[in-house]
């Protein structure tokens, strides 16, 4: 079973705008950590966000913010104020229990932003 | 600028050959991990070093063979590849789980390799 559902393969935004991309997991362990990457086409993959299970409030970043909604098992990402230089590919990951080191990705939502 | 350096960038090369892709960290980290980026596929995590100990190992088939030899080298050695091997090779790298609870791992830009 897919353990990180990204349900948005493209997504189109306008400069200066706000853009949500969207994920949900799937887990029972109660330990668990949430990250988001950010691929451009160049190939590396650049850490943007984390949030962790027990954290009570939402991640921000600078631009970046995470929207945690533990009960649904969601972990949005929100970009303000979209440049761009955010069209990338972006993945949402998760790592389960306290202890584990495997990160289990997202297929990717590709951000296209437009002038 | 990255703190985790992969090389070959690029690498072609025939099914019986043998090769090496090599990634070095600069961050301090005590933990590595290779990662398989095929298309329309999510990132595969191939192996995962510790403290110079391997601790994840996901059933990779075994012309894939990693090498740790300190904390801040990590080598894939390639032998008798198959053409659905050709993807994105990606090294990461993190603080220990046991020394600093959850990290977030910081990634190389990848070995684009290609299998003819």
């Known amino acids: 079973a897919q353990k990180i559902t990204q349900t948005q393969p493209g997504m189109f935004v306008q400069e200066k705008e706000a853009v949500t991309l969207d994920c949900t997991y799937d887990?029972?362990?109660?330990?668990?950590?949430l990250f988001w990457y950010k691929q451009p086409s160049s190939g590396e993959m650049i850490f943007l966000i984390y949030?962790?299970?027990?954290?009570?409030q939402n991640a921000t970043e600078g631009r970046y913010s995470l929207n945690f909604q533990k009960a649904r098992k969601s972990a949005n990402l929100v970009i303000s104020a979209s440049q761009l230089g955010d069209s990338a590919m972006y993945f949402c990951?998760?790592?389960?229990?306290?202890?584990?080191?495997?990160?289990?990705f997202g297929k990717g939502t590709s951000l296209l932003v437009t002038p | 600028e990255t703190g985790v350096t992969q090389t070959p960038r690029h690498l072609v090369m025939g099914m019986t050959n043998k090769k090496s892709l090599k990634c070095e960290q600069h961050?301090?980290?005590?933990?590595m991990y290779w990662y398989k980026q095929s298309a329309k596929k999510p990132l595969e995590l191939m192996f995962v070093?510790?403290?110079?100990?391997?601790?994840e190992n996901n059933s990779v088939p075994s012309r894939f063979s990693p090498e740790c030899p300190n904390s801040s080298h990590l080598f894939l050695h390639l032998h008798t590849l198959q053409p659905e091997d050709s993807a994105l090779y990606l090294c990461?790298?993190?603080?220990?789980?046991?020394?600093?609870?959850?990290?977030?791992?910081?990634f190389g830009d990848g070995t684009r390799l290609s299998i003819l």
């Open positions: 887990t029972s362990d109660p330990s668990y950590g």
């Open positions: 961050l301090g980290h005590n933990a």
């Open positions: 990461a790298s993190s603080h220990a789980r046991t020394s600093r609870g959850d990290q977030p791992q910081h």
């Open positions: 990951a998760m790592r389960e229990g306290p202890t584990g080191y495997a990160l289990n």
């Open positions: 949030q962790g299970s027990y954290d009570q």
């Open positions: 070093y510790s403290l110079e100990e391997r601790v």
